[in-house]
């Protein structure tokens, strides 16, 4: 049975083929066209990476290998650097 610590307390899982448009992060399993831009997931994220209730965060669907270069890695810690209180 939930206690009410488990009830108040929540961990954001982020998936990042939510920015799957593939021009904007090749980097993504399962890219979508019709994916949010680098702002518009910063503004879906930010009341739940700020509220008091956050646990923790975790970042899915980034398969590094597929970052040559390190850049789409670098502008998801931005974005997480953005939100986080």
Same mark, same amino acid.
């Given at each position: 049975?939930?206690?009410?610590?488990?009830?108040?307390?929540?961990?954001?899982?982020? &998936?990042?083929?939510?920015?799957?448009?593939? &021009?904007?992060?090749?980097?993504?399993?399962?890219?979508?066209?019709?994916?949010?831009?680098?702002?518009?997931?910063?503004?879906?994220?930010?009341?739940?990476?700020?509220?008091?209730?956050?646990?923790?965060?975790?970042?899915?669907?980034?398969?590094?290998?597929?970052?040559?270069?390190?850049?789409?890695?670098?502008?998801?810690?931005?974005?997480?650097?953005?939100?986080?209180?």
């Amino acid at each position: 049975m939930p206690t009410s610590m488990s009830l108040t307390r929540s961990w954001l899982p982020s &998936a990042e083929t939510v920015e799957g448009d593939p &021009a904007s992060l090749p980097a993504a399993t399962y890219p979508q066209s019709s994916g949010l831009d680098w702002d518009q997931v910063a503004d879906v994220l930010t009341p739940m990476a700020r509220s008091p209730r956050l646990l923790g965060v975790s970042i899915a669907d980034f398969p590094p290998d597929l970052d040559f270069s390190g850049d789409l890695a670098t502008r998801i810690v931005g974005v997480l650097e953005r939100v986080l209180p």
